[in-house]
């Protein structure tokens, strides 16, 4: 199924979240920042495609236990 137009700009949503979540050096604003991603996630429109995010995004998703680490190919 095809990413709509809505899941697009909630994948960019959470993108902006991970960055925020990697500026931020405070434990209450990470955790805060953290949840928030969560949540956005938990309620991300059902045609999200999580293989579009960033490596980076997807290296601090796998970090919090949200998504699974990748496949590396040999």
């Not at 991603?37 to 949200?66: C, G, N, Q, Y």
């Amino acid at each position: 199924m095809e990413e709509s137009v809505l899941a697009a700009i909630q994948r960019q949503q959470i993108e902006i979240a991970v960055g925020d979540l990697l500026l931020s050096s405070d434990h209450y604003m990470r955790a805060s920042i953290a949840e928030r991603i969560h949540h956005l996630i938990a309620h991300a429109d059902p045609t999200l495609d999580v293989s579009k995010f960033s490596e980076m995004a997807w290296e601090e998703l796998v970090e919090l236990r949200i998504l699974p680490p990748r496949d590396e190919e040999a």
